[in-house]
DNA sequence: CAACATGGTCAGATTATCTGTCCAATATGG
DNA sequence: CCATATTGGACAGATAATCTGACCATGTTG
């Protein structure tokens, strides 16, 4: 008998990330065979903070928790890939928005309905009232994760 | 009201990905305040992996899914800064077998202690009978992932 | 024993992040 | 209405975490 570590149960993280990583792989395989193949998952950061009329790199960058240098990173490599394109901001002479372009759509809703797909694919093995049940009680979770986080930072940093 | 994409429910991904951030964030911010501030995320993959009497590096590259460069580069790191240590392996001249030392033992027990943690304040917001709810579903779903991918393969690569 | 397979290292590249510094444009408070 | 502070973004450089390709030494096998 290999001695063992008492890991009694699967962590929590691991219940997470096993999904998690499964759906990513999924979906950005799927999404490389449509011939989106230059799209890589540290990209979707930008797709899902994106508004369809446009974000300034600064707010992209809040919006997903990054520095602006970061940010501006994904979002050049997806300009030179023709799925974004930025013009300079009426009402801020320092600023440019950027925005998709038809292709960078195109992407898009590919992802998102690469993304249902596999969502589906789940449904059909757990039955479709789990999953929903599953659904419901991750939504519930994402409410109670910010205010947990929040209080751990009360602890230390506030 | 600014045009937005029809993306009418969080995705799946997004779902999982929240808490996932959120716990992985806690628990290797508090793993830090601890004093183990020389750990980061991607060395969980070691901790995830190794076995209680120690496991060759190829055998960990493959458990992780990764390459055993980039498994080497991981556990360096961590035999750098006194958590791994490596020793010959008695049954085969090319092999080496990397095990936790005493501070590498201590690491984990801390890591999996916070997670718990994470996941019982969690449960105190959301009510225990939810987590435990949502903990069987995930089990469920993680048996479900990998005949989903393994079906999702036979559709291309095989 | 010759050929093949395997465990690991070395070298080098790429991707995705970070900090620090700076400039130009805007906003603000006398 | 100007001096100062703030903000949006770019430039430079570092680091972390991955990859591929080539290689060597040891094991395994026909």
Redesign the pocket.
Known sequence: MAKTFPDRQRTLGSLLRLPYQALQDAVYGALAERGFDDI????S?VFRHIDADGT????LAERAG?????M???VD?LSQAGYLASAP?PH??????VRLTRRGEQAMTALLELSADFERRLAGQLGATKMARLRALLEELAGVVDATADAAADGFSR
């Open positions: 890589r998952a540290a990209h950061t300034r790199l600064t707010v990054m520095t602006k240098q970061s501006a990173y994904l490599a901001d801020d002479g320092r600023a440019r928005r």
